[in-house]
């Protein structure tokens, strides 16, 4: 199975930066991805790491340890309406998805 | 990009009906197709996963008989939920894997908002 764990909440001001950490324990990875989920919608993909690193796109960036088991989500530049719930999610070899709970990210002005 | 639907957004049943619930995939093939289901302020739990023309595989404690999922075409996956009870109510989300879709992504679809009454 797969043990995924990420912190409840973060607040943060608009215009700052926020680190989301993901630490994973898992039976099998096939790639860790971040995904955005507004109240009451489907989450929208967000990055993919399957390969050790940075990856950047644009005011989001995800950086993955796979021997750590490690992961994080670091959102720039914040606005109001990054106000969301950030999902981190782990892949096993089935292409199937074990979620986090999800972190509750409140930007204020 | 890639655009999945579900139908309906919201229900509202009585307890001991069934609902189905329809996800397709409108601009490209799936292979998969996967269920979730969500309570508030909670992660998706997937349900089950869903091949086109075979029997879905569920998860460990979903029960099959009580949400039956059909997945007769490429673009067609149903999840019927039989027998409702309040215990039932939750957001309930589709995803769809693409065919030669590389490494990546699963595209989700809206959700469906189910209350049983």
């Known amino acids: 199975g797969q043990n995924i764990d990420q912190p409840t909440e973060m607040t943060a001001t608009e215009g700052a930066i926020v680190q989301i950490n993901c630490t994973y324990q898992?039976?099998?990875?096939?790639?860790l991805f971040w995904y955005q989920q507004h109240a009451g919608e489907a989450p929208t993909f967000l990055s993919y790491n399957v390969l050790d690193g940075l990856e950047e796109k644009g005011r989001f960036s995800s950086f993955l340890s796979r021997s750590k088991g490690y992961s994080y989500l670091l959102l720039k530049e914040l606005q109001m309406k990054d106000s969301a719930s950030y999902l981190c999610?782990?892949?096993?070899?089935?292409?199937?998805?074990?979620f986090g709970a999800g972190t509750t990210v409140t930007v204020r002005a | 990009g890639a655009v999945v639907s579900q139908h309906p957004s919201r229900v509202i049943c009585k307890s001991g009906t069934s609902v189905k619930i329809e996800c397709r995939s409108l601009d490209f093939q799936a292979t998969t197709m996967f269920w979730y289901r969500q309570f508030p302020k909670k992660s998706l739990m997937l349900m089950a996963t869903s091949n086109e023309g075979s029997k879905a595989t569920y998860e460990q404690g979903v029960e099959k008989d009580k949400f039956l999922i059909n997945h007769a075409s490429l673009t067609l996956s149903t999840l019927t939920v039989t027998s409702a009870h309040p215990e039932d109510s939750s957001f309930y989300i589709c995803?769809?894997?693409?065919?030669?879709?590389?490494?990546?992504?699963?595209?989700f679809g809206p959700g469906t908002r189910l209350t049983v009454t």
């Open positions: 999610a782990v892949r096993d070899g089935d292409y199937k998805l074990s």
């Open positions: 898992t039976s099998g990875f096939n790639g």
């Open positions: 995803s769809a894997r693409a065919i030669g879709q590389g490494d990546y992504e699963q595209y």
